[in-house]
């Protein structure tokens, strides 16, 4: 596996972005090492709050919603996937597999040693996320998910259709341009920018071009099975589950209905309809923040 790296100056003077970058590495099973990158703020006594990206963006989509967590006083991890953000990027697309990343993700998690993890997900970040609590449910205190889902190869959406044909089509993939356009808001030059900045050119991108082909929306996709299993679990995960998509998002729209309906936790939880695109950490990162903090406080029986 041949692995890129992106060039640390292309991270200077992002916006609303000054966090000091913490690495760590993962083995795959091929033995080639992976370092993901990932933020790590607040105390660590904290609560911890895992914030977990999709695709094609990283870490970056939090940089608002990681300050406002800390201030509650929670301890906030936000990683980027292996081919996304600072982390490493396998240069072949046939590197990058749902259970790879999986298989990654799980690595770094239990590197950390962490309990009692508020998850916030989207996108790909659910995926993959949900997997991890599927695989670990007893270091996960509580689940917010927003506009993403865990597929069984049971079909997709025609907003979904429509992006895996733009993905796999457009010969320069303009990921700042993507975010921009799944935002109900206009980000600025600077913020789309910020978006880029991860990939100095194409050779960069090959997770981001191949993670539209994983997702198991047909029965002839791989991971149909693996989902499944994690949905067996997921079915029985009793601790709060709380659903948070956007009202704007073609792509997952409807899907939180899934959820209230199969996840045991789900039941009775205050579920929520946020302003927003698909990327809607960048619509209703307040709103986000006070979903978790006061799912934090409901577990330590503070009132808010």
Known sequence: MNVLRTPD??????????????????????????????????????A????????????????????????????VLA?????FGRSDKPDARGDYTYERHVAWMSQWLTQLELSEITLFCQDWGGLIGLRLVAAFPELFAGVVVAN???????GFSEGFKAWLDFSQSVPVLPVGFIVNGGTARDLSPQEIAAYDAPFPDESYKEGARQFPTLVPITSAHASVAENRAAWKVLEQF???????????DAVTRGGEAVFQARVLGANGQPHVT??????L????GPQII???????????????
């Not at 003077?13 to 080639?32: E, K, N, Q, R």
């Not at 946020?274 to 990327?279: E, I």
């Open 9 to 46: 100056a292309r991270f200077d003077g992002l916006p609303d972005w000054d966090f000091d970058p913490i690495y760590t590495t993962v083995v795959d099973a091929d033995g080639t090492g992976l370092r993901i990158h990932y933020v790590d703020e607040g105390p660590r006594d904290g």
């Open 148 to 154: 993403t889902g865990l597929p069984e190869g049971t």
């Open 290 to 304: 006070a979903i978790l903090d006061a799912m934090i406080a409901q577990r330590h029986g503070v009132s808010i």
């Open 274 to 279: 946020l302003r927003g695109g698909h990327f």
């Open 79 to 83: 990683p980027d996937l292996i081919g």
């Open 238 to 248: 009793s601790k709060p589950f709380v659903t948070a998509f956007s009202d704007g």
């Open 281 to 284: 950490q960048e619509d209703s």
């Open 48 to 75: 911890p709050v895992l914030l977990m990206h999709g695709e094609p963006s990283w870490a970056y989509l939090y940089r608002k919603i990681i300050p406002g967590l800390v201030a509650k006083g929670h301890r």
